[in-house]
T-cell receptor
């Protein structure tokens, strides 16, 4: 099992460019999440998907869109990148069984917007 | 008041020391509690769940006090490999996990 995988690992964008961060999990989890982590701010939830076909906003959704492509995949799109979106982005999944809420994280994408 | 608060540290301790981290949470409806560990430039990983009766995993002991809305993590006989950031995490039914900002531990020889 690979667990949670993310691509790319690193990315540099210019202001205004767009990109999609990919995430996939092979644990048959129902729920998937996107977080950003900034120094001194901790992990902040951007969007989550409680099950295939549903998505909901988290704490900091502005400037992002998501797609739950199927049960395995959950992508995060930046339509017009801004320097304030420079961050480390983590994807996570949970919900392999009844009441299981522990989240398993991918290795992260380090994004720099210049 | 932030939902999950932790002392950011850093805690600098020698090998073999015992160190304790504390965490408070604001929502009394919180139902599940965890400690995650995050190494530098890595993803967070679940260290242990926290149960009302307290639980132990080797050198690590977690305690929960629902009345005081307080969670603790005790590390005994610290190792160099324990150096990391420890995240306190809570969950309310039907919502996503809420992460504290983390407490940094540095163990030196």
């Amino acid at each position: 099992n690979a667990g949670v995988t993310q691509t790319p690992k690193f990315q540099v964008l210019k202001t205004g460019q767009s990109m999609t961060l990919q995430c996939a999990q092979d644990m048959n989890h129902n729920s998937m999440y996107w977080y950003r982590q900034d120094p001194g701010m901790g992990l902040r939830l951007i969007y989550y998907s409680a099950s295939e076909g549903t998505t909901d906003k988290g704490e900091v959704p502005n400037g992002y869109n998501v797609s739950r492509l199927n049960k395995r995949e959950f992508s995060l799109r930046l339509e017009s990148a801004a320097p304030s979106q420079t961050s480390v982005y983590f994807c996570a999944s949970s919900g392999g069984g009844t009441g299981e809420v522990e989240q398993y994280f991918g290795p992260g994408t380090r994004l720099t917007v210049t | 008041r932030k939902e999950v608060e932790q002392d950011p540290g850093p805690f600098n301790v020698p090998e073999g020391a015992t160190v304790a981290f504390n965490c408070t949470y604001s929502n009394s409806a919180s139902q599940s509690f965890f400690w995650y560990r995050q190494d530098c430039r890595k993803e967070p990983k679940l260290l242990m769940s926290v149960y009302s009766s307290g639980n132990e995993d080797g050198r690590f002991t977690a305690q929960l006090n629902r009345a005081s809305q307080y969670i603790s993590l005790l590390i005994r006989d610290s190792k160099l490999s324990d150096s990391a950031t420890y995240l306190c995490v809570v969950n309310q039914a039907g919502t996503a996990l809420i992460f504290g900002k983390g407490t940094t531990l540095s163990v030196s020889s």
